[in-house]
């Protein structure tokens, strides 16, 4: 089966966007990150499971989600409906935990 000239397109924004949207991730949880490389070096520092350490609010990852979409729309000719299903397969496959309150009483 061959992958066709669209497909190979497709592929490659995804990839790129995959590293941009990583960096953009860090930055909006206080991490210095400029680039991919600096991605791939907190990752050696710091272990396999380093993401799963990190959390961010709901609104931060509402506001990521519209960085992303804007990026999307300038980098594709994708429909809205295309973007909004990349963007949030994005941040359940990649996305930072996020921060809940206790759902629990201390009366209890």
């Known amino acids: 089966m061959s992958v066709t000239i669209g497909q190979r397109h ?17 930055k909006r949880v206080g991490l210095e990150w400029s680039n991919y ?6 990752q050696k520092q710091h272990g396999v499971t380093w993401y799963t350490s990190i959390t ?7 506001e990521f989600k519209d960085w992303m979409d804007s990026l999307l729309n300038k980098k594709s000719n994708w ?4 973007r909004d ?6 941040l359940l496959c990649y ?3 996020i921060e809940q309150e206790p ?4 009366n209890y």
């Open 103 to 106: 759902i629990y009483d201390e």
């Open 10 to 26: 497709i592929d490659m924004i995804r990839a790129k966007l995959f590293e941009e949207a990583l960096v953009e991730m860090g």
């Open 37 to 42: 490389d600096d991605v791939l070096e907190y």
């Open 79 to 82: 429909s809205s409906r295309k």
């Open 56 to 62: 961010w609010t709901k609104e931060q990852q509402m």
């Open 85 to 90: 299903l990349e963007v949030w397969t994005f």
């Open 95 to 97: 996305g930072w935990k």
